[in-house]
């Protein structure tokens, strides 16, 4: 079993930059592949961005395609959401998560492993 913790979240202003870290623990990331998701109150928690086990593929939302980058750096068992050009209805608690196929996973419901969470507050 692995557990996740996400740091890096804060506020923001709009069109400013936040980094989010997945550091995991009791077990090697690069046995996942991982994804970011975010849930904004009343809302159903919705797909951000995924990469594979090998950090060779990702895949992202629509909605913040050319904005966000997700990179993993498996030495450090740890994922990234680069978060650039921020906009207030980026405001969100982000999750991270982890799914133990070799590809690319989009649905909550094939991530067994979340971390808890961390508020991005986007200011206008």
């Known amino acids: 079993q692995v557990h996740l913790a996400e740091s ?4 923001v202003q709009a069109g400013g930059s936040l980094r989010l870290s997945c550091a995991a623990s009791g077990r ?5 592949g991982m994804g ?8 159903e928690r919705e797909f951000v961005a995924a990469i594979t086990r090998s950090g060779g593929s990702t895949y ?3 909605s913040v395609k050319g904005r966000f ?21 980026d405001t969100a ?3 991270c998560a982890a799914q133990p196929t070799s590809g690319v996973v989009v ?4 991530y067994g492993y979340w971390g808890q969470g961390t508020q991005v507050t986007v200011s206008s």
């Open 8 to 11: 890096g979240g804060g506020l």
């Open 28 to 32: 090697t990331s690069s046995s996942y």
């Open 36 to 43: 970011w998701f975010r849930q904004a109150p009343g809302k």
């Open 60 to 62: 992202y939302a629509d």
């Open 69 to 89: 980058t997700i990179t993993r750096d498996n030495a450090k068992n740890t994922v990234y959401l680069q978060m650039n050009s921020l906009k207030p209805e």
């Open 93 to 95: 608690v982000y999750y």
């Open 107 to 110: 649905a909550v419901s094939f």
